[in-house]
């Protein structure tokens, strides 16, 4: 029985592999005469590249590929063809310059999961309308306001740090980055409802990177009736908001006060897809960034030291910490500010973003093919020597310059670029603020600075820490 197995498995291999062979002659035909497809290797039939892919750091995988290729060629990951590009200038004609011949892509298990209407899913005047609401959300203006509210939900949050051992960090900055999350969108919401929130989103988080397989007792079907119940939820939050008749500024009052040019108000699933879809832009890319600021300041202890000169200025101007920080104290702190900028460019969280091209494309001599995904490489820009001397250096300085145009993308770039950049800097701020003038802290068992994804990259095991409070008369 067994060597029948073997014998059907072995089959299908061969003709799989002869049927690849004879499209792929037959799409060169096709495509004769017109530009050619940049170098590269397409891998196996079907599965392409995606074992070489997922099989070892992804940075190093891109990496080889650029430097046998160029900056510009092609592969086959979880079954679609692809093109990646390495330089500033590919990414601004893909992302700015001819943004409409690229249209954004995701995984559909993947959208379903945030919500089909989430903003970041679409283009077109729902898309400018939808991120118009959430840049007015966060407008500076809103900040301003945002700022003592941020700062007490850190100072609560890292008061549990004191207990001893944090056994996972990364997780502890996703708690603090939900909390501001859900301050940026309802505002000061009950505490029922931040539970209920809180605790049917963990089970969609965990969900949402799992193979998307819908049987009972699978993480992605216990995702999918938490999506349910999220929708639910929030819609008792509108009800109760809108008998209270309450017009707060935050985002789902913006959400629920828009009506377009033909007098059209967004339905209640296009809010809570909205909703959950900043709250997943939110969450982890910000929590991975403040878990990387401090290993990066742990690891360069002579700058930990400057940023702290830096941070107790401001800390004995408000009377050692009695007053809280004010907005204008945020936008006066150049060396942290520095700090963060680099972290982005180092940690790169958002290694590469996704496109579809809407048509076939040509651009550098070589085709991008309709249906084609096409993928700007973030990471490979930010850490290219080109661009950036000794990349691998975490060097704040070099931001005393500004960056070559489309060379720092850490919030991608163009229409689709974070609306909720300015929200993430002044969370980082705060949290440097507090941690440096009040705690030490020691980073347990992570040396040598591995990396692991989930799917965004942090430091191994979350970054295992112990926190220490200063006494005040060492300040």
Not at 163 to 168: A, E, H, Q, V
Not at 244 to 258: A, M, Q, T
Request: net charge positive.
């Amino acid at each position: 029985m067994d060597n029948i197995v073997s014998t059907i498995i072995y089959i299908l291999i061969l003709f799989s592999t002869a049927l690849y062979y004879c499209l792929s002659k037959n799409k060169e035909r096709t495509n004769k005469g017109r530009a050619k497809l940049p170098p590269g290797s397409m891998g196996w039939p079907y599965i392409g590249e995606t074992l070489q892919l997922y099989s070892q750091d992804p940075n190093v995988f891109f990496a080889q590929k650029q430097k046998r290729y160029g900056d510009m060629f092609k592969t086959k990951i979880l079954g679609c063809p692809c093109i990646m590009l390495a330089s500033p200038e590919a990414s601004r004609f893909v992302l700015v310059t001819h943004s409409h011949l690229f249209k954004p892509t995701y995984p559909r298990s993947k959208e379903t999961m945030i919500g089909p209407w989430a903003l970041f899913f679409h283009e077109g005047n729902y898309h400018t309308h939808l991120k118009k609401l959430v840049h007015n959300s966060l407008s500076p203006e809103a900040l301003r306001k945002l700022v003592p509210d941020i700062e007490a939900i850190i100072i609560s949050c890292m008061q549990t740090w004191e207990s001893g051992l944090i056994t996972n960090t990364f997780h502890e900055m996703k708690k603090l980055s939900f909390e501001v999350g859900i301050l940026a969108i309802f505002g000061h919401l009950e505490i029922k409802y931040k539970n209920a929130l809180k605790e049917n989103y963990s089970i969609v988080d965990k969900g949402y990177n799992s193979f998307p397989t819908n049987l009972p007792g699978t993480a992605y079907h216990k995702s999918l009736l938490a999506r349910e119940r999220l929708n639910q939820i929030i819609r008792e939050i509108i009800s109760e908001r809108k008998q209270k008749k309450l017009l707060d500024k935050d985002l789902l009052g913006y959400l629920l006060n828009f009506k377009d040019e033909r007098g059209q108000t967004l339905t209640e699933d296009q809010i809570a897809d909205n909703i959950i879809g900043v709250l997943f832009a939110a969450q982890d890319t910000t929590a991975s960034v403040l878990t990387w600021i401090l290993k990066y300041l742990h690891d360069n202890q002579k700058l930990l030291e400057a940023v702290k000169i830096e941070q107790r200025a401001v800390w004995t101007l408000n009377q050692e910490g009695e007053q809280p920080l004010t907005w204008a104290q945020t936008r006066n702190m150049p060396l942290t500010h520095k700090v963060i900028l680099e972290s982005l460019r180092m940690a790169s969280i958002i290694s590469f973003t996704f496109r579809e091209a809407v048509t076939d494309v040509e651009y550098d001599g070589f085709l991008i093919p309709k249906g084609w995904k096409v993928m700007p490489l973030f990471r490979n820009i930010h850490h290219n020597p080109d661009h950036f001397v000794d990349p691998k250096s975490f060097d704040p300085a070099r931001f005393e310059v500004a960056p070559k145009p489309n060379t720092f993308m850490p919030f991608g770039s163009g229409a689709h670029a974070c609306p909720g950049n300015d929200l993430a800097k002044l969370e980082m701020l705060i949290l440097i603020h507090h941690v440096v003038t009040k705690y030490r802290w020691e980073l347990v068992g992570s040396k040598g600075g591995k990396v692991q994804y989930s799917p965004f990259p942090v430091p191994l095991n979350g970054l295992p820490a112990k926190f220490y409070k200063e006494p005040t008369t060492n300040q």
